[in-house]
């Protein structure tokens, strides 16, 4: 699996944000607090939805804002994918109201059929995604 891009809108600390990776190594680098883990967060959110947050969906939205929406492009197995979530705040309380998930077999929409669309795509569930492709800010030694 190979990310492409990533695009977000009021996520976390991103107002707004378009990230384009090339091939090869790519390194993020900033001062604490910059939003390196939330990219990181943000690609992990796309695959697998509220289930992959530590924290909860109201507190992935930017402060002030009503919703929040991470794009993620990725190349898998030979195929191009795109997968889209979407999160609204109504009455202090957030939702996914939107995910979907196109790629060479068709579209998938909802979020637990996304969900189990990546699962099945990747062959890993969030737990393996966690322990073998991702760590978290402050695991790196777990």
Same mark, same amino acid.
């Given at each position: &699996?190979k990310? @492409?891009r990533?695009?977000l @809108?009021?996520? %976390?600390?991103? $107002?707004?944000g378009?990230?384009?990776? %090339?091939?090869?190594?790519?390194? =993020?680098?900033? +001062?604490?607090?910059?939003? %390196?883990?939330?990219?990181? $967060?943000?690609c992990?959110?796309? +695959?697998?939805?509220?289930t *992959?947050?530590?924290?909860?969906? @109201?507190e =992935?939205v930017t402060i002030g *804002?009503? $919703?929040?929406?991470?794009?993620l492009?990725?190349t898998?197995d ?10 609204q705040?109504r009455?202090?309380?957030a939702?996914?109201v939107e ?5 060479? &077999? ?9 969900r189990r669309?990546? =699962? @099945?795509? +990747?062959? &890993?569930? *969030?737990? *393996?995604?966690?322990?073998?492709a ?6 790196v030694n %777990?």
């Amino acid at each position: &699996m190979k990310f @492409e891009r990533l695009r977000l @809108e009021h996520f %976390k600390c991103f $107002e707004n944000g378009d990230l384009r990776l %090339k091939p090869g190594v790519t390194v =993020i680098h900033g +001062l604490n607090g910059s939003g %390196k883990s939330s990219l990181l $967060e943000a690609c992990f959110f796309a +695959l697998y939805g509220a289930t *992959a947050l530590e924290r909860t969906l @109201e507190e =992935i939205v930017t402060i002030g *804002a009503d $919703e929040a929406t991470v794009e993620l492009w990725f190349t898998h197995d030979g195929g191009d994918y795109h997968v889209r979530r979407r999160v609204q705040v109504r009455n202090d309380r957030a939702q996914t109201v939107e995910a979907v998930l196109e790629g060479p &077999m068709g579209t998938t929409e909802g979020a637990r059929d996304v969900r189990r669309r990546v =699962i @099945e795509l +990747l062959r &890993m569930d *969030a737990d *393996a995604f966690l322990n073998c492709a991702y760590v978290r800010q402050g695991e790196v030694n %777990k």
